[in-house]
Each structure stands twice: as structure tokens, then as C-alpha cells.
């Protein structure tokens, strides 16, 4: 393991996005804490990834941004060796007190303490989503450097219909929507081939049209 200087430059947005997330951890783990049970396409899609990660068979999953662990547990329940990192410390304890089985850590998206090449799989639910436009790129770089050749990552982000990220009002901090066709070219520009997208209408409760995208590191030559 070492330590990585961020590539993120305005260490306030990571304050904020921490802060703002250790005083909502307790009512989030309520809210969304049994929310797979209403999300047949996530699990699906889910359920797909592990598959495609256990038959690579190149390394763990990092959830990253687990919140309260979820999705972690999910993905263990399914067969895959998995461990979670939240930014927000609450966000870890809840974790750790409910799946105490589970690894989880603390730790920054945009300077993960993991050894370049060594996971066979990433997460990235709604992680990215308060990550400043500008500064996305460098995350998806740091996704790049630490999943193995040919490993999966599955992200999830609330859909745009603008070319441009456009800025809402995120009941916990700032956050924006992205088209999926822009995400998918960053993704692109930092070595990963699209495998699929899902782009779902909102179910009760949400506001905007929800979209994941399925994407693999480009194998070595």
C-alpha cells in the first residue's frame, strides 16, 4: 500500500462533501439503507458485475463511497470479495457496526491508498457526484491506476439531459447531473471500454432520470 498525493485541488469541497455526510450518517443509513429491496434494475445490474469481476478473477472490489455499507454487503452476499471506503468517518462507523464481518475504510476517492493494478473491481455509486466538473477526470485516472487489466467498474450518477454537468440542489451538499454520453467519453479518455449503460426513469421518490455505466480497463498488450 502508499500514500497518494490528491489530485484534487480544493481540499474545502472534500471538507464540505465530509462534514455535510457525518451529520446526515445516521437518518442516510435509515433512508437507504434497505434500498436495493426496491431497485430490481440496480440488483440486476449488480448481479452482472459480480459475475463479470469472479470470472476475471483479477482481485477484490472496492466500493467506494460505500456509506453505510449497503451495497458492500450486497456484493459480499453475492460472492465477491469486497470492502468499502467512505470519506465521511460516521459513514464508517455505521458500517463497520452493522457488517462486522466487512472491511471498511476510511479514504478519499481522489487518492486511494491502494496499490496500482491490485482490484479486480470498482464501485462507484453516486460517489462521484459532488466531485467538482473539473476534477472528475483525475478521479476516473486514480479508478484507472488501481483496478487490474480488464477489471470492471460500475459507476452511478443521476442523468442530465445538457452536453454540460448541470448543478442541483442535493438534499446533502451540492452535486451535479451528467449526460451519460459526456461520462462515458472522460471514462474513455482515461482507458476504460463501455460494456453497457442502463438509463432507468425515476421511481417514486426521485427526481431525475437515474443512469449507471458498465466499464472495463483496457487489457494490456
Known amino acids: 500500500?502508499?500514500?497518494?498525493?490528491?489530485?484534487?485541488?480544493?481540499?474545502?469541497?472534500?471538507?464540505?462533501?465530509?462534514?455535510?455526510?457525518?451529520?446526515?450518517?445516521?437518518?442516510?443509513?435509515?433512508?437507504?439503507?434497505?434500498?436495493?429491496?426496491i431497485k430490481p434494475m440496480e440488483r440486476a445490474l449488480l448481479a452482472v458485475f459480480a459475475e463479470l469481476v469472479q470470472a476475471h478473477g483479477a482481485g477484490p472490489v472496492a466500493d467506494i463511497g460505500c456509506g453505510p455499507g449497503h451495497v458492500t454487503a450486497h456484493m459480499h452476499a453475492l460472492g465477491s470479495v469486497t470492502f468499502g471506503i467512505d470519506l465521511s468517518?460516521?459513514?464508517?462507523?455505521?458500517?463497520?457496526?452493522?457488517?462486522p464481518g466487512l472491511r471498511f475504510d476510511e479514504g478519499s476517492m481522489t487518492a486511494l491508498d491502494i496499490a496500482d493494478g491490485v482490484l479486480g473491481g470498482i464501485l462507484a455509486l453516486y460517489s462521484v457526484i459532488h466531485t467538482p466538473p473539473a476534477q472528475v477526470p483525475a478521479v476516473f485516472t486514480?479508478?484507472?491506476?488501481?483496478?487490474?487489466?480488464?477489471?470492471?467498474?460500475?459507476?452511478?450518477?443521476?442523468?442530465?439531459?445538457?452536453?454540460?454537468?448541470?448543478?442541483?440542489?442535493?438534499?446533502v451538499t451540492l452535486a451535479y447531473r451528467w449526460s451519460p454520453d459526456s461520462l462515458a467519453n472522460l471514462l474513455r479518455q482515461?482507458?476504460?471500454?463501455?460494456?453497457?449503460?442502463?438509463l432507468r426513469e425515476p421511481q417514486e421518490g426521485e427526481r431525475f432520470q437515474q443512469a449507471h455505466l458498465l466499464v472495463r480497463k483496457h487489457q494490456e498488450p
Open 1 to 37: 500500500m502508499r500514500t497518494r498525493v490528491s489530485a484534487v485541488t480544493e481540499p474545502s469541497v472534500l471538507n464540505d462533501t465530509k462534514t455535510a455526510y457525518d451529520s446526515v450518517a445516521t437518518l442516510y443509513a435509515e433512508l437507504f439503507g434497505d434500498v436495493l429491496k
Open 89 to 99: 468517518s460516521e459513514m464508517i462507523s455505521l458500517a463497520r457496526h452493522a457488517h
Open 142 to 171: 486514480e479508478f484507472e491506476r488501481v483496478l487490474a487489466p480488464g477489471g470492471h467498474l460500475l459507476l452511478g450518477f443521476f442523468a442530465g439531459d445538457d452536453a454540460l454537468p448541470q448543478e442541483f440542489d442535493h438534499k
Open 190 to 198: 482515461a482507458g476504460f471500454v463501455e460494456v453497457a449503460r442502463l
